[in-house]
């Protein structure tokens, strides 16, 4: 069935640098890949998507990229913060039409903690 | 709150009580889904419904038995449980069109079983 695969489970940075994360996903038909940010308590926000027609894409301090050839995916936070800690998944959809509807399959998740 | 509700926010019962969650969307989304999140797990899909039609049933017990009456409210009537069913439901909808769209999350029932 499919699967997706998210490395690494924790990631502890420094107020500032760099946090990237990585999903590897296995149903080629997947053209959807969203990421969504759960704090302590809180429901999943969705923060950045790109769709398989393009390899990437930035939002301010979060940028995602797509390799559709191998099959992965990437977040990439820069300048963090301390309030970007909190469980970041990945998830992985292969909408076939529209009226089937598509489900979203996630990966375990990524609890980055960002030190100030 | 994102538009989908869900209630209620906590829920503690015993292994032969019955029990509903309660799960409405005021997005005017064409789709709604259960998701169930334990410790240290990804989040697991249980069901899909697509213009209140039942399209996905991941393998999951028939402790667990939805129920879509429209397309703006979903349910999920627990019956028998046991103590591993012991998590947060997460009830989201989304508005299918091809080539993908995100999922709003409602803010989960906190479930304990006794």
């Known amino acids: 069935g499919e699967n997706v695969e998210q490395h690494p489970s924790t990631l502890s940075v420094q107020e500032g640098d760099s946090a990237v994360i990585k999903c590897t996903y296995s149903d080629s038909a997947s053209n959807y890949f969203p990421w969504y940010k759960q704090e302590l308590g809180k429901r999943p926000q969705l923060i950045i998507d790109i769709r398989s027609n393009v390899g990437e894409k930035k939002d301010q301090r979060i940028a995602v990229t797509l390799n559709k050839t191998a099959k992965h995916f990437s977040l990439h936070i820069t300048e963090t913060q301390p309030e970007d800690s909190a469980v970041y998944f990945c998830?992985?959809?292969?909408?076939?039409?529209?009226?089937?509807?598509?489900?979203?399959?996630f990966g375990q998740g990524t609890e980055l903690s960002v030190k100030p | 709150e994102t538009g989908v509700t869900q209630t209620p926010r906590h829920l503690v019962m015993g292994m032969t009580n019955k029990k509903s969650l309660k799960c409405e969307q005021h997005l005017g989304h064409n789709a709604m889904y259960w998701y169930k999140q334990s410790a240290k797990k990804p989040l697991e899909l249980m069901f899909v419904y697509n213009f209140k039609e039942q399209t996905e049933n991941n393998s999951v017990p028939s402790r667990f038995s939805p129920e879509c009456p429209n397309s703006s409210h979903l349910f999920l009537h627990l019956h028998t449980l046991q103590p591993e069913d012991s998590a947060l439901y997460l009830c989201a909808s989304s508005q299918e069109l091809e080539g993908g769209n995100g999922y709003t999350f409602g803010s989960g029932t906190r479930l304990t079983v006794v």
């Open positions: 998830a992985a959809k292969a909408l076939y039409s529209y009226n089937q509807g598509g489900k979203l399959i």
